[in-house]
């Protein structure tokens, strides 16, 4: 009788340990559905709920109410509701050319910022691969200590440093190169300067992560074929390095393109950039639908460099 009862508790512990995995299997699947989900809440929540607003306020009409713009949907007496969406702002940017010659000269600027990171970001960065274990984390460190500090206390210090009778200018004079100040502040170049500067870790910092990568006997390879280096980098290390460029050159160029306060601090209203038109709107002529409208437009020339991007992400795993 014993061995008859063991004998059936035997397989009804086996079905209680499978009932058990396959609850402990089904609530896994459901945690990771929310774990999943959460992202898609994010992007939800800060990014596509923000731009529909700001799309609905670009094809609102200007009125003198707070906030300053009409309602796109209307109720009338007798219940029929009417959606009117107002174009004219956009209109109003294409007619006039101080928009477009802004959105020009804020490419020119980023791209160029852009292409000036890459330059010297990209020696920077294979000189930190290169380098030994001692000095590796000590330059890493150096290239995040800025992070550290306040934004603006850093453009201030430029600032300083670029006046007329700022640090560079007393600089120059007593070693005898240059005999009055030369004017670097409030002009294109110290923009420049400034968005290179603040930028440069956002171009380094993928470089580096995509270069610590490599295989380097790949360029031993090339050498013991009698490849010159110059051959090797062109042909090895840049193509192999490609990502990493991409990637650098979209984290500097995306909010470089829409930035505001290094042209209004460095360049001192000289520098017309669309961040600094869109604060105007905004604030000193409190014209909400064609400030939403100068975002949107930018929000679509910034989305082309994602889309190639994403492009040539698809096209390399398509090699691969």
């Known amino acids: 009788m014993t061995d008859f009862t063991d004998d059936m508790s035997e397989p009804l512990q086996g079905e209680r340990q499978s009932m058990l995995r396959l609850v402990m ?3 896994q699947s459901k945690w990771r559905q929310i774990v999943t989900v959460i992202p898609f809440f994010w992007l939800l929540v800060f990014f596509l709920a923000p ?3 700001v799309a609905k306020i670009s094809l609102a009409e200007l009125a003198i109410a707070s906030p300053p713009f009409t309602s ?3 109720w009338t007496d007798s219940g029929i509701v009417t959606i009117r969406l107002v174009f004219d702002n956009f209109v109003y940017i294409w007619e006039d050319s101080l928009y477009f010659d ?3 000269n804020s490419l020119k600027i980023s791209v160029t910022s852009t292409f000036l990171c890459l330059v010297f970001g990209y020696p920077i960065a294979y000189a930190i691969v290169r380098s030994g274990p001692v000095a590796k984390p000590l330059l890493l460190f150096a290239i995040i200590l800025p992070f550290w500090t306040s934004f603006l206390l850093r453009v201030y210090s430029w600032m300083g440093l670029l006046a007329d009778q700022g640090t560079i200018n007393n600089l120059l004079i007593a070693l005898g190169i240059i005999d009055e100040p030369i004017r670097m502040l409030y002009t294109e170049f110290a923009v420049y300067i400034g ?3 603040t930028y440069m870790p956002f171009m380094i910092l993928p470089l580096y992560a995509n270069m610590e990568k490599l295989d380097n006997s790949l360029n031993e390879a090339a050498a013991d074929l009698g490849s010159k280096p110059t051959n090797t980098f062109f042909k090895i290390t840049l193509p192999l390095t490609m990502p990493g460029i991409v990637a650098g ?3 500097v160029f995306i909010p470089a393109t829409g930035e505001y306060v290094i042209p209004d601090l460095l360049g001192g209203g000289n520098v017309q950039m669309i961040g600094r038109v869109l604060y105007n709107e905004f604030s000193r002529n409190s014209d909400w639908p064609v400030a939403a409208a100068v975002a949107i437009v930018l929000l679509f020339i910034l989305v082309l460099p994602i889309m190639v991007f994403q492009h ?4 390399a795993a398509e090699e691969q």
């Open 51 to 53: 731009f529909f607003i």
């Open 195 to 197: 968005i290179v500067y």
């Open 312 to 315: 040539y992400q698809g096209k």
């Open 102 to 104: 802004t959105y020009v």
């Open 249 to 251: 050159s979209l984290l």
């Open 25 to 27: 299997r089904r609530i």
């Open 72 to 74: 796109l949907i209307e």
